[in-house]
């Protein structure tokens, strides 16, 4: 579990706090420490692939790894999940990519984002998210397309809100 990461989770989890929001301004620290986590515990792989909201830790895991990075947007228009081309990053086909999350919620931007890469011709053996919500099916929908799943921080929703986890290990 990425310490600093956790307080600031925990900073942000009283009624009314908009978890995504403190997430987006969050220091620079917090982000390194869990890229650094996540540096050890990713495999290896050629390009990651953020969400919005991960841009901070896409460009410190970036630096880590020294791989490119994109982000994925939604398209205004169709609704869908789209990524810039690889051809201008020189990643082939075939080749392994991390996709990167401020927030695992549902669980189905990452996975129609890890749809998209496959269509594309990547193996994407990782899912990482800064926090990931318990309680909604994420991880779930996101394991059964045989992809790992790796959280910093895990949060539950309570009748009290959002509060840490504490019925399953820290996966």
Known sequence: MSPLLSAEVLRALPPGARLADHLAHLDRGAWQEFAEDLNLHLPECSLLIGLPGSAALLREVGVLRGVPGVLAKLDEASGHWTLPPLREMEVPQGERAAILSAELVSGEPE????????????????????????NTGGRARIELQGVRVHAAVQVADTPGGLRLERRIPHA
């Open 111 to 134: 996975l129609e984002v890890l749809l998209v890469a496959a269509r594309r011709g990547l193996e994407v053996p990782v899912v990482a998210a800064a926090v990931e919500h318990t």
